[in-house]
């Protein structure tokens, strides 16, 4: 057979349930983050239900972050659950990342094992990085054609005529996510050796290769494959047309193309412990040469018997969902606000303030996108139909919309809509006020030769491939 299909997860981010009781020390946490932490065993079995209802596919891939902190609990029943995968026959091949093990002050590596009590947290045993080679031998190095111990990256064979190499980086946690010389050297050699042999290559690594967005390598380039450019090339020049990414935690497919016209692009998957998660279903035809690229999300949490979707269950307990009830709530009943304030705003300066908490609340709910284009100039520019969409848009709808895609991306504000209107027009003015008073703390923040309003473009509207959840892409 020279097809195959694969399922990709990323970011699963499991909590043992062995690992937390209920109580301020775990809530805080999941309010202040954006994935569902308690609920990540949940998820990951309605994930699994999803694939093991599909019998085309074959192989499931994990691109990291598998656990939280690097607890040896949350790994030990992580592992435990990929074996539902491999009693059904798929293969499993999984890479690991920085939360999956903790530092020992001898790497840059910062998360620590802990239990959450009732009051606190406890440290708990945990796994360091050069365990997770022989940790998850069974998901992948063993099934490997080839391995590089030094990284601990692999590859694996999907189906005549495609090999997946996992390439699993010598992050140390923070300055360098990607492969030492070693490994790069490794890899090229691969990367030819398909080629000779006539085979495709997709790559998977946690660390994203493209960002999100350009004011992620701006501000956060550490964040990014630790030798990036080192990598672009080598794909452009082997003919490498997808990576697969995780770690943001942002759904987004991106081209990068050279000055030769030779490309590739980085497929990014939002972490599935997001309340709108997806993993990737790639079919891949190595006689078609083509590489087909959906999503596919969940419905319910395994286990859930009141009917409730996994999206109106999870959304309200991190931050982006919890801001979407604060203003409601803040209209009526400053504490309601402040108790939901906390871990996202800083409480103790607003209590001094409660008393203009309701009306600022009510104020915010009543700004229609009219008043802004009014504000922003743009009014007289607007047609009929715009005119009264912003009339009756509400500006705080608008910024609940814009939150809710953030990680899931293909936001709907394209440049035709009178949201990105309004909002171009807006940056537009920002970005005038900030040369002429040369403000820079805000300068700072803008890539060279962009600007506010470029910037703001990335979160509007799919400006990228024109969808992120889906792709064809030709091998050849
Ligand atoms: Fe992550
Ligand atoms: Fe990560």
Same mark, same amino acid.
């Given at each position: 057979m020279k097809k195959s299909t694969f399922y990709l997860l990323t970011d699963t981010h499991y909590v043992s349930p062995q690992i937390w009781v209920e109580g301020d020390p775990i809530n805080n946490r999941e309010r202040g983050d954006q994935i569902a932490l308690k609920a990540t065993p949940e998820i990951l079995d309605a994930f699994f239900e999803k694939i093991l209802q599909d019998d085309e596919a074959d192989t499931v891939v994990? +691109?990291?972050? =598998? $656990?939280? =902190?690097?607890? &040896?609990i949350s790994h030990e029943e992580f592992r435990d659950r990929l074996t &539902?995968? +491999?009693? !059904?026959?798929?293969?499993?091949? $999984?890479?690991? !990342? +920085?939360?999956?093990y903790c530092g020992a002050g001898d790497d840059e590596n910062t998360f620590s094992a802990c239990r959450y009590t009732a009051t606190g947290t406890e440290p708990i045993p945990f796994l360091r990085k050069s365990e997770l080679f022989d940790f998850y031998y069974d998901f992948g190095p063993k099934q490997a054609m080839r391995v590089h111990r030094e990284s601990g990256s692999y590859i694996v064979r999907l189906c005549e005529g495609v090999r997946l190499v996992m390439i699993d980086d010598n992050? =140390?946690?923070?300055?360098?996510?990607?492969?030492? !010389?070693?490994?790069m050297a490794w890899l090229k050699k691969e990367l030819i050796d398909a080629k000779e042999a006539g085979e495709y290559v997709l790559l998977a690594v946690h660390h994203p290769v493209l960002p999100p967005w350009e004011v992620f390598r701006h501000m956060a380039d550490y964040e990014l494959y630790g030798g990036y450019r080192e990598l672009y090339a080598l794909m452009c020049e082997e003919n490498v047309r997808v990576v697969f990414t995780g770690h943001t935690h942002v759904q987004n497919i991106r081209r990068y193309a050279d000055d030769q016209g030779r490309f590739f692009y980085d497929v990014s998957t939002i972490a599935i412990a997001n309340a709108a998660g997806k993993m990737r279903r790639v079919a891949v035809d190595a006689d078609a040469a083509s590489c087909d690229i959906q999503s596919v999300g969940i419905e319910q949490l395994a286990g859930e018997t009141e009917g409730i979707s996994s999206f109106d269950r999870l959304y309200p307990l991190n931050f982006p969902g919890i801001v979407e009830k604060m203003i409601p709530i803040g209209a009526a009943d400053a504490d309601g606000f402040l108790s939901l304030a906390g871990s996202i705003l800083p409480v103790d300066k607003l209590a001094g303030h409660k008393r203009i908490i309701p009306p600022v609340c009510r104020k915010v709910q009543k700004i229609k996108l009219s008043s802004l284009a009014k504000f922003a100039g743009v009014w007289k520019t607007l047609s009929p139909a715009q005119r009264d969409t912003a009339k009756q848009t509400h500006l705080i709808d608008f910024i609940y919309t814009l939150l809710r895609h953030i990680y899931t991306g293909n936001a709907p504000y394209s440049p035709d809509t009178v949201e990105n209107a309004v909002c171009t027009a807006l940056a537009k003015k920002a970005d005038r006020i900030v040369q002429r008073f040369r403000i820079e703390a805000i300068q700072k923040l803008i890539p060279p030769g962009s600007s506010l309003c470029e910037m703001a473009q990335d979160f509007l509207y799919n400006n990228r491939t024109g969808d992120d959840d889906a792709i064809w892409i030709e091998l050849a």
């Open positions: 994990f +691109t990291g972050d =598998n $656990v939280n =902190n690097g607890d &040896r &539902r995968l +491999t009693d !059904a026959g798929k293969h499993v091949y $999984v890479l690991s !990342a +920085t939360h999956d992050g =140390n946690g923070r300055s360098h996510c990607g492969l030492f !010389a070693d490994g």
